[in-house]
């Protein structure tokens, strides 16, 4: 399984230089000041490069939601309890959560993917167990369990492709999910607990301490490897993490853009990057978290988010916030009128004479 798991991840190819080169030509070429869309050019480039083709078209868009629970909620690290992940999964197809709602709006599709909670639901059954160990205890999962939540991720992918989707946005639901990411942050970006550790769903002062606490603890005791994912996944990790980063190596596999959430979604990329660095190229981060380890993780990737909203909700809102500005781009590359055809003269690159 794991053999099948590296063939697959060195499948990915790096963009279409020729498709993004015709892309950035058709920008320069519509009637606006030059690079004046900023980062929105550059993701239309990159899309373009992805795709394969200066046609962009982004019409079709879906969200994967993977939904765990995590067994280091017995250390009370959340306010909520376990049984919440599943009332919450099974509300994402009934319009009474925010991303649904959100996702009505942006005209996106949702895929709530039950990857590891810990009774039977409704939703999409890619259950690879129910819930995860107390990571406190012993290793959240088994090595083989890791590599199935990961296969999880890219079989999702590879079916939303199938199905015509032409962009991904990542979500997660999970309680706990916060205290196994800012624990996977802190062993990929050799930083202190306390630095990577914020208050989740809205943990008290004291909530916090403990939550450290727990995170220092299962450190110690497991020492997961960080030059190994696949260690770190199954020691500190979650389902729902492993799932997303599937998706993100399902994106450069199948050659879908996907954009990444917020803190949970960037942790889970930042693993894909350790596994494939050209998986980076596949990625469009969304909102800057407020939790604290958010940003610096992006930095990590080498990515900058579109949007600084200090949203810290989850389940994929703040990428699904993106879309409506990535539409609107798509619109304007497809609909303006070019300098020529309005017989206008077209803006030129303006260089300074390097001083001498």
Do not use: W
């Not at 909520?80 to 991303?99: S, Y």
């Not at 770190?232 to 990444?260: C, E, M, N, Q, S």
């Not at 610096?296 to 703040?318: A, K, N, S, W, Y």
């Amino acid at each position: 399984m794991e053999k099948y798991l590296n063939e697959l991840i060195h499948r990915i190819r790096p963009m279409n230089q020729d498709a993004q080169i015709r892309c950035e030509a058709r920008l320069d070429s519509i009637a606006k000041p030059l690079k004046s869309l900023g980062k929105g050019e550059a993701a239309l480039i990159k899309i373009a490069g992805i795709h394969e083709t200066a046609n962009i078209t982004i019409e079709k868009k879906a969200l994967i939601i993977m939904c765990a629970d995590n067994g280091v909620v017995a250390e009370k690290i959340s306010q909520t309890g376990q049984e919440t992940t599943a009332i919450v999964a099974e509300n994402f197809l009934k319009q009474k959560t925010c991303v649904s709602v959100m996702a009505e709006c942006a005209k996106v599709d949702l895929y709530p993917v039950d990857i590891g909670i810990a009774r039977e639901t409704n939703i999409i059954q890619k259950k690879v167990a129910f819930g995860t160990k107390n990571l406190r205890v012993e290793p959240a999962m088994t090595r083989k369990q890791a590599i199935q939540s990961i296969l999880v991720g890219i079989e999702m992918v590879e079916e939303l492709k199938n199905k015509g989707y032409q962009m991904i946005a990542t979500g997660e639901m999970g309680i706990g999910n916060t205290t196994t990411s800012s624990a996977i942050a802190s062993v990929l970006l050799k930083e202190k607990v306390s630095k990577m550790t914020g208050k989740g769903a809205g943990l008290s002062r004291e909530g916090i301490e403990r939550k450290i606490q727990v995170i220092t603890d299962s450190l110690e005791l497991h020492r997961p490897n960080s030059e190994d994912i696949l260690d770190v996944l199954a020691k500190i990790g979650g389902l729902d993490i492993g799932g997303l980063l599937g998706v993100f190596l399902g994106g450069g596999i199948h050659r879908v853009p996907i954009v990444i959430d917020g803190f949970i979604s960037s942790v889970a990329a930042l693993m894909a990057f350790h596994l494939n660095p050209m998986v980076r190229d596949f990625m469009l981060p969304s909102h800057a978290s407020k939790e604290p380890a958010a940003q610096r993780v992006l930095q990590e990737i080498g990515l900058t988010p579109f949007l600084d909203c200090e949203m810290c909700l989850g389940e994929g809102t703040g990428a699904i916030a993106l879309f409506p500005f990535l539409d609107m781009l798509a619109a304007i590359y497809q609909k303006m009128s070019t300098f020529k055809e309005i017989n206008i003269s077209a803006y030129q690159p303006y260089y300074e004479n390097p001083k001498q």
